[in-house]
């Protein structure tokens, strides 16, 4: 057999698999798809695998997403998702990234409109736990070469750590997943209907999600897209002039969300 007809017998068995209407022209490809009394039933075995390891998948980086929706409505939205975007991966970790936007469009979930924010949250949780590893910079190393190089720390440039994500919601989705999480003491939010951003970070390898205030949340977003410590620090004062800015700076550091710094052109 050669290579291009295995890969046109492939893509009618997938077709086949993802849109069921598709396998009556499946069996037209030749013995892998013959006509046989039990090809429906050998075809929905296929499929329910397939949707198991769909729902599976998804599970594990939505898990909060399956505790609010229950098992059944997370089963029919998987094979739902699925078949709308299979996955492009050979790592299903990699499956699920546009969810978020596929529930904004799902008319189920038009009555809970907070679940897309929960799942884009959700998903940054779950890429930072798979993001590289990186050596963080601490707060005193960056005196010392401040002080040894004579740079200007108002103007230090810093990038980031792989797993540094920062999430923004109008709903109360940070807590909404805090309260979700082991041992926690955190009830579900009375008013889930306000605004809410949220730090994500892993330490070792336990992603932390960490509530904290927009003016934070906009120096960091800052810092993100390259602005310098001064520049940051302004938007954040620029939203609240009692913006606490040693106590912050030290709790980023302290957190390990910077790996470089740079003044110019040149990483330090």
């Known amino acids: 057999m050669s290579a291009s007809a295995l890969a046109q017998i492939q893509q009618q068995f997938a077709a086949a698999l993802l849109q069921p209407e598709a396998a009556t022209d499946a069996a ?31 599970r594990n980086a939505y898990p909060v997403l399956h505790a609010l929706v229950g098992e059944d409505y997370f089963a029919q939205m998987a094979r739902s998702f699925g078949r709308s975007f299979p996955s492009e991966s050979g790592d299903l970790n ?10 904004t469009q799902t008319p ?19 890429r930072a736990y798979y993001a590289a590893d990186a050596d963080s910079m601490s707060l005193p190393a960056l005196v010392q070469l ?3 190089t004579g740079q200007d720390l108002q103007q230090a440039r810093f990038e980031l750590h792989p797993a540094f994500g920062l999430h923004a919601s109008d709903w109360a989705t940070v807590a909404i997943w805090l309260a979700h999480q082991p041992g926690t003491q ?15 970070l892993r330490t070792q ?12 949340y906009l120096a960091l977003q800052a810092l993100r897209a390259g602005a ?5 620090l302004e938007a954040a004062v620029n939203a609240d002039c009692d913006f606490d800015i040693s ?22």
């Open 28 to 58: 037209d490809a030749g013995e892998l798809f013959a006509a046989h009394p039990a090809q429906d039933d050998r075809l929905a075995l296929y499929r329910g695998n397939l949707t198991a390891i769909w729902t599976a998948a998804l």
């Open 94 to 103: 990699d499956f699920g990234a546009r969810l978020p936007a596929f529930l």
């Open 108 to 126: 189920d979930a038009a009555d809970y409109p907070y679940f897309s924010d929960v799942a884009e949250l959700e998903w940054q949780i779950h």
């Open 146 to 148: 401040v002080g040894e």
């Open 186 to 200: 955190t009830g579900f939010p009375n008013n889930i209907r306000h605004s809410s951003y949220g730090l994500i």
């Open 205 to 216: 390898w336990s992603v932390e999600l960490t509530e904290i205030q927009q003016p934070a």
């Open 228 to 232: 310098s410590l001064s520049e940051a």
């Open 247 to 268: 106590s912050n700076v030290q709790a980023w550091f302290h957190a390990g969300l910077f790996t470089k710094v740079r003044f110019s052109d040149d990483s330090l």
